[in-house]
């Protein structure tokens, strides 16, 4: 059967990505599958299929396990994240390394890089390099940003580079194979590539503002922790919290506070200081990219969805 | 000009690695650097590029990004092992681990894993999906040996699961590939997989065997620590150490030793209770099941070469 539905198409990733995970050890089951079926927004791969669809792809399947694997990339970072920020909970669950430790974290990250490979395996080497890209990518932005985070400081052009690096490459490079899968002409894998890049700054964008405006219980995380570990658009450095996506000279974006409980009164003065909305008008311009984008891509149903996911991203609270 | 040569291709393998690093982001440059220029031995891509030769293959140059490969998941997984040994010296020099701290390392690691897929990315299915059910084998490898290290508890069946899948997977895979490569028919690539496998057992089990023996300069390590971290042939299990080579019923392989410094004691009266020589029959019988398998590949320069490394590992002191 022929899969021309998105929502049919997610589901097939879901499933694909549960039965790749069939190690006979079962403790990398066990952790890999605790993490996989948190209930992520799988907002990567949903990009993915419709970047292949908006290009003239007319059966899915071609395209489910590109997508499984650019979810799986997403997953494994987020476990070795979460060993790095010795976070507790991930998606409203104990983070894989608090519940089986550091070890099996690590090594249940790896095991899911290498199912990525197997995933990806029937691609060929076109596809092949533009994952490879995404991942080096990925991990120079996390490297990036735990320099910036150790030197306790960072502006607004390191920043904008973490997040290039860290959330948009992979999102354009999701695209990009969707695009190419479903055969789009040059300038239309291009257009859905500078897309979904724009997409995910202004993803990554509002994640770091719902860390200090979001709701924990959405969120299924605490919030203020990205500010208290000198990560995301807002930076604790000697008492003042730098915005990283505004000059630091400018007056908005820096708010001086007291010692005691300093995250919390630094998310307060943010939130009354301004600089959230600064930094929300500024995820909203790159939504505006992303949807200027979409003009060179034929009119389609899938080209309206990929319309409608810029408001989801700017509109998400979790 | 055709890469005829052994010598050279190990010599293109080499220049590869290093070239392959070329991130924007220095720390990782010079991590990765740090590792790879610190005088491993090349075991697993000499054994690609001998198998490719064996096989048939006439130009080095095709199997060059291959082996390279190869030889970056191995050194990707001593990045990430020596942060779940909290391993200070790595080839007599600080591991990335103890000079950039867990972070970094464990970012590194990630960067090298990244940088596989761009070395394999123009072989096509065949070889990635080689490559990634030995990457995936090597990840259950480690995981079951930290599950038997938590656990304190290893026997005969489960120490060889372990090695087989940690070691002898990624030195299968690497002669799978090169004897493909080559041409080879399939007579002639199970032959040099089930020789690289046999070869890789017995690798590990010489590696486990100095870890109580060895002369920590010669290693560029220190000895004991696998015994002392529940790991290897040898496990340290209440007082007594267990040998994984031998059933645990058998007398000479359990030894009894004082509270007072217990590795040192073990060590000790392991080399005094016959369970090295009798771990050294094991590796040589892996050994010969090597040699036996280059029986069924054509005689060759290569052939003499692969024979030739059975004794080197056999008889190597690091």
């Known amino acids: ?57 007319d059966d899915l399947h071609e395209a489910v396990s590109m997508a499984a694997a650019i979810e799986m990339v997403h997953t494994a970072t987020l476990v070795h994240d979460d060993i790095n920020d010795h976070a507790l909970l991930r998606r409203g669950r104990p983070s894989v390394h608090a519940r089986w430790g550091r070890t099996f974290a690590l090594l249940c990250g790896d095991y899911m890089f290498a199912k990525v490979y197997e995933l990806m395996a029937p691609y060929g080497p076109t596809y092949n390099v533009i994952m490879a890209r995404a991942c080096t990518q990925l991990v120079e932005g996390e490297t990036l940003q735990a320099v910036a985070a150790k030197a306790g400081a960072i502006d607004r052009e390191t920043y904008k580079r973490i997040v290039a690096l860290k959330t948009a490459s992979l999102f354009e490079g999701a695209a990009r194979m969707g695009a190419l899968l479903g055969g789009g002409d040059e300038r239309t894998v291009e257009a859905l590539a500078v897309y979904a890049y724009n997409l995910g700054i202004a993803f990554q964008m509002v994640d770091d503002i719902l860390d200090v405006v979001g709701d924990p219980a959405a969120l299924g995380k605490p919030v203020g922790t990205d500010l208290a570990q000198g990560r995301g658009a807002f930076v604790a450095q000697n008492g003042k919290t730098i915005l990283g996506l505004q000059p ?15 995250i919390a009164r630094m998310m307060s003065k943010l939130r009354s200081s301004g600089a959230i909305e600064a930094a929300r008008l500024q995820a909203l311009e790159m939504i505006d990219r992303a949807r200027l984008a979409l003009d060179d891509v034929p009119p389609s149903p899938a080209r309206d969805e990929l319309l409608s996911l810029t408001n989801d991203v700017l509109n998400r609270d979790h």
Chains 1, 2 share one sequence.
């Not at 589901?11 to 190690?23: F, G, K, P, V």
């Open 1 to 57: 059967m022929d899969l021309t539905l998105t929502q049919d198409g997610l589901r097939a990733i879901e499933t694909l990505l549960h039965d790749s995970i069939d190690s006979e050890v079962e403790l990398l089951n066990d952790a890999s599958r605790h993490i996989l079926s948190s209930g992520g927004k799988h907002l990567r791969p949903h990009v993915a299929l419709l970047a292949y669809l908006a290009a003239g792809g």
């Open 248 to 262: 630091a000279a400018d007056g908005a974006a820096v708010a001086e506070v007291d010692e005691e409980d300093p």
